[in-house]
């Protein structure tokens, strides 16, 4: 029996720079970057902190220092929660959790205070699966940006998670709101990046820039217009279904087509088609709802093997089509991404490059199928080709086609007084797709959303005469191909990766994709499954 465990992965590898003269607009920009450190801090000028990149396991982190002396731990960064945790001292279960990131000891910080011990809990979808912890308060820098006295958890028990997270999403959505009610937030990462006059408004962007790129950005408190084509399309954020509140980072999604270079366009869905789906760096593949997703795999000829997933050629890298992403209905905006985003090199548990039995490269499919019911997230595979605006203040996103590698900066700040609006002409209609989950959810956790209506169309002659991704060479993805095997003649370590940072702690990977005899963590479609 496998356990899925939703939102694995992603954001990017990093730089953050913050504007902080009085004249000047207060930013806090960071430039994501898979390259060797680049630090250039100064006082009052733009300011930077390193994000790692681990590629073969789609995660993204920040390198954050925590208390007095100040002590380095690796965040996944994600748009999708909301507190910041890490793990503590001897806090993982070893058959589970590899304490990716490394830990924090909280004996060792002279700053640090006390809030509520073993109050911090979240219990994930996933048997078995979860994090209880000590809340605290102590000064967390990225970069020479410090915030201080930061609400954060230390995990004392995890099982099933693999690495600490810096939330960056709705205080709504923090595990104590969702424990009790929302009288018990707190003020979360973004709340003090404001309070403390860091930024002026709850607002941020990302830029992640093309699958083999090796930097991008994410600005806290603007928005960068070299970073995008067009105009920025806004979209409403949409509420939860049960309570009415705003959680989580859900537009609404009412469209889907494929667009090859040969047949032209065609619709996969109908004109009635609307779904909550939720802007989430925290995930890396992108979920779709299953019957899309069959007809996209197959389509792809994705193969479902029983270790690794669903994989495919490498080679339908080279098709030159795209996947069209509706948003806000007619007028609204849409996002091209290319084929390429959806083939992604698997590696096996000892991050071997992963080969069929002819000896060509094999790739995890970037889309997973999303059951009824179940929470649609647009994750890296999507985000790398949107830039996307995040403005929690006036609940809306601000959504246009990414720049891709883009060299140059025109950086406009989100004031007290300004609305993403003022970042572009198109506004989405008033169509609404309200977020349906009420279960607890949190990195690496799938959520859930309904879906209203999908286009009935026959699975491969959707696609007109083609009945798989056809390559420069002429050569067509075969559902009948035998299933990836690991051959180490090509491998590459992950120790031989280029660290993000001297001092940040290194992600193990083989450690992450397999830890003891029993199970193996793996990517599938922005997944970890656990295998019993």
Same mark, same amino acid.
């Given at each position: 029996m496998a356990a899925i465990l939703y939102r694995s992965c992603v954001v990017l590898g990093c730089l953050i720079s913050i504007i902080t003269a009085a004249p000047e607009p207060k930013v806090v920009r960071m430039?994501?970057?898979?390259?060797?450190? *680049?630090?250039?801090?100064?006082? *009052?000028?733009?300011?930077?902190?390193?994000?790692?990149?681990?590629?073969?396991? $789609?995660?993204? %982190?920040?390198?954050?220092?925590i208390g007095t002396p100040p002590q380095t731990v690796a965040l996944q960064i994600d748009t999708g929660s909301s507190d910041v945790w890490m793990f503590g001292p001897n806090s993982c279960n070893s058959s589970t959790s590899p304490c990716v990131g490394g830990t924090f000891d909280a004996s060792k910080s002279s700053s640090l205070?006390?809030?509520?011990?073993?109050?911090?809990?979240?219990?994930?979808?996933t048997p078995n699966s979860g994090? &209880?912890?000590? %809340?605290?308060?102590?000064?967390?820098?990225?970069?020479?940006?410090?915030?201080k006295n930061l609400t954060m958890a230390v995990a004392t028990q995890a099982a099933y998670v693999n690495t600490g997270i810096m939330g960056i999403g709705f205080d709504t959505d923090e595990s104590v709101a969702r424990q009790s009610d929302?009288?018990?937030?707190?003020?979360?990462?973004?709340?003090?990046?404001?309070?403390?006059?860091?930024?002026?408004?709850?607002?941020?962007?990302?830029?992640l820039d093309d699958l083999d790129s090796e930097s991008g950005t994410v600005l806290f408190g603007g928005y960068d217009t070299d970073k995008y084509s067009g105009d920025l399309g806004v979209l409403q954020i949409q509420p939860d279904?049960?309570?009415?509140?705003?959680?989580?980072?859900?537009?609404?999604?009412?469209?889907?087509?494929?667009?090859?270079?040969?047949?032209?366009?065609?619709?996969?869905?109908?004109n009635s088609f609307v779904a909550p789906a939720v802007l989430d760096s925290g995930t890396s593949f992108c979920g779709v709802p299953t019957d899309l997703y069959n007809q996209l795999a197959n389509f792809s000829g994705v193969i479902n093997d029983p270790t690794y997933g669903a994989i495919v050629a490498c080679n339908i890298s080279s098709y030159t089509g795209t996947l069209n992403f509706g948003f806000g209905g007619s007028g609204g905006p849409s996002i091209s991404v290319p084929f390429y985003e959806f083939a992604i090199p698997a590696v096996d548990t000892n991050n071997?490059?992963?080969?069929?039995?002819?000896?060509?490269?094999?790739?995890?499919?970037?889309?997973?199928?999303?059951?009824?019911?179940?929470?649609?997230?647009?994750?890296?595979?999507?985000?790398?080709?949107?830039?996307?605006? %995040?403005?929690?203040?006036?609940?809306?996103?601000?959504?246009?086609?990414?720049?891709?590698?883009?060299?140059?900066?025109?950086?406009?700040?989100?004031?007290?007084?300004? &609305?993403?609006?003022? $970042?572009g002409t198109s506004v989405a209609s008033g169509v609404t797709a309200k977020q349906t989950?009420?279960?607890?959810?949190?990195? $690496?956790?799938?959520? &859930?959303?309904?879906?209203?209506?999908?286009?009935?169309?026959?699975?491969?002659?959707?696609?007109?005469a083609i009945s798989g991704i056809k390559t420069d060479a002429g050569a067509t993805g075969s559902a009948t191909k035998a299933p990836a095997t690991a051959t180490g003649s090509t491998a590459t370590a992950s120790a031989t990766k280029s660290a993000a940072s001297a001092t940040a702690p290194a992600?193990?990977?083989?450690?992450?994709?397999?830890?003891?005899?029993?199970?193996v963590l793996m990517l599938l479609g922005g997944t970890f499954v656990v295998f019993a």
């Open positions: 430039r994501t970057s898979r390259m060797q450190p *680049r630090s250039t801090i100064s006082k *009052r000028t733009p300011l930077s902190v390193i994000i790692g990149n681990e590629p073969s396991i $789609g995660l993204y %982190y920040v390198n954050a220092s205070v006390e809030v509520a011990q073993g109050g911090f809990s979240i219990q994930y979808d994090v &209880t912890g000590d %809340y605290v308060q102590d000064k967390f820098a990225i970069g020479g940006m410090t915030i929302e009288s018990t937030v707190y003020p979360n990462l973004v709340d003090e990046l404001v309070n403390q006059k860091l930024i002026t408004t709850h607002s941020y962007s990302l830029w279904a049960q309570s009415g509140n705003i959680t989580s980072m859900t537009v609404a999604w009412t469209s889907l087509s494929l667009t090859d270079p040969t047949s032209g366009t065609t619709t996969l869905t109908d071997n490059p992963l080969t069929f039995p002819d000896g060509s490269a094999a790739c995890n499919f970037g889309l997973f199928p999303v059951d009824e019911g179940g929470d649609i997230l647009f994750g890296d595979t999507f985000l790398r080709s949107a830039y996307v605006v %995040y403005d929690l203040d006036n609940l809306q996103i601000g959504i246009a086609p990414t720049n891709f590698n883009s060299t140059t900066s025109n950086i406009q700040v989100i004031g007290a007084n300004d &609305t993403v609006v003022g $970042g989950n009420t279960a607890i959810a949190a990195p $690496g956790i799938g959520k &859930t959303g309904t879906v209203t209506s999908l286009a009935t169309k026959a699975p491969v002659a959707t696609f007109g992600f193990e990977v083989a450690a992450m994709l397999m830890m003891g005899g029993s199970f």
